[in-house]
DNA sequence: CCTGATGGTAAACAGCTGTTTTAAATTTAC
DNA sequence: GTAAATTTAAAACAGCTGTTTACCATCAGG
């Protein structure tokens, strides 16, 4: 192997660019060419453009999902059986979030590729990264509805994927929103801040009053 | 002309595309061929590709600057000089995004293209949208800033972005939602109805408590 | 020393991209 | 009716795309 693996070369590349551009508008040349790869390595090693995709998420996801489960197993266990708070799931989700990127200094690529897996159309990509990481999500939100069981279900459903959307697309447009906040304010804004102001909106969001009901006989849309 | 202009089937296909699988991946040739009309006519009437592009958005976002401004005035007008209440700032937004394209019937793809804008790196899109429209977001801003005095200017800055995230993420998303919605429970999800279930989780993220204060000598990060 | 992998390289492939050019058709103005 | 200006049409352009091919290096086991 050469003085970084190759395959470890192109993916550290590859998730910069792809976080940076987007998917479509990266190309093989442009990730090998930055990683002094040659251009037949990306093929030869992961067999295809869409695989080498897969395996930047997957990169990150593994290690995500590991965590977030045995976190998980932990809160289960000193809550015996319990309830657990859901002040207690959101921030053990935030944690492990944190966590994860944090060992090589890439939130912020971490957060962009998940806005990107959303935004872009990508199919191929929504239905790995459900297929493969479906569970946690499944296991986590079964937690999140005993410990809100006056919420309905849609109501719970739909909430948590506001806050899903509110924190994407706040940490993976950090770069933007930072530089405006900074002109604005003249405040320096690091990730640890803005999780500090996200987490009493979260739960303020989570704990809003229900909906008025619709009439039933509203017009059709 | 033909039997209609030209100019405005270009728009009205190239929209749509550009909604579903984003702008890279639409080509000019998809959009021509797709809207009958010859592939040279897009660079003869907008020039380039680029252009096509913010023409598409300025058709949404001219008309919703002019109600927009047009309902702030009104709103200004019905207060004479006092506060305007959070609520009703928030309402006329979410009135006046929702009438520009409920006319021609695409919600749908108007906030796909706003959550695009917003994702994809394009960086000319960005640039064009802020010089373009930037003014009354400034506007509805300063009267958000009048409504929340109690809010610390930083704060209120990020949790504005916090909410515009939920909601562009939300409807923006909201075909892939919608069918993991009826999935699980079912139920037929409306735009009107999602603005509803939106309400009191916007209203409720804006008036959470402020966060714990951090305290100054923590760790740098 | 030969064999057979394994990892890496350069060149070529077919296909699609946005844009331009050239020519024909159509509309407008006088 | 003729001339000028618009608008459409088809073809060609250069450039980039992901992928494949054929070839070379390195090195282990026999």
Redesign the pocket.
């Known amino acids: 192997?050469?003085q970084t693996d190759?395959?470890t070369r192109i993916l550290d590349t590859a998730e910069v660019l792809f976080a940076e551009r987007g998917f479509a508008e990266?190309?093989?040349?442009?990730i090998t060419s930055k990683a002094k790869?040659?251009?037949?390595?990306?093929?030869?090693?992961f067999g295809?453009?869409?695989s080498l995709i897969q395996a930047v998420f997957a990169r990150y996801l593994d290690p995500f999902t590991e965590r977030f489960h045995a976190a998980l197993d932990e809160l289960e266990a000193r809550y015996a059986g319990g309830v657990i708070p859901l002040e207690e799931l959101l921030e053990t989700m935030a944690r492990t979030v944190l966590e994860v990127p944090a060992e090589r200094n890439s939130l912020k690529v971490f957060m962009r590729l998940l806005g990107l897996a959303y935004s872009q159309a990508q199919g191929h990509l929504r239905r790995y990264i459900q297929g493969q990481y479906g569970g946690v999500f499944s296991r986590f939100t079964e937690l999140v509805r005993r410990a809100t069981p006056d919420l309905p279900d849609a109501e719970r459903f739909w909430r948590l994927h506001f806050m899903l959307g509110t924190v994407i697309f706040t940490l993976s447009g950090l770069e933007a929103l930072r530089d405006i906040a900074e002109k604005d304010y003249g405040e320096q804004v690091s990730v640890r801040d803005l999780v500090r102001r996200l987490r009493p909106v979260v739960v303020a969001a989570m704990s809003a009053p229900l909906p008025d009901a619709t009439f039933p006989a509203a017009e059709a849309s």
Not at 26 to 30: A, D, V
Not at 37 to 45: E, Q, S
Request: proline letters at 0%; a positive charge.
């Open positions: 192997m050469g190759t395959v990266t190309s093989l040349r442009h790869v040659n251009l037949a390595a990306v093929n030869y090693h295809s453009k869409k």
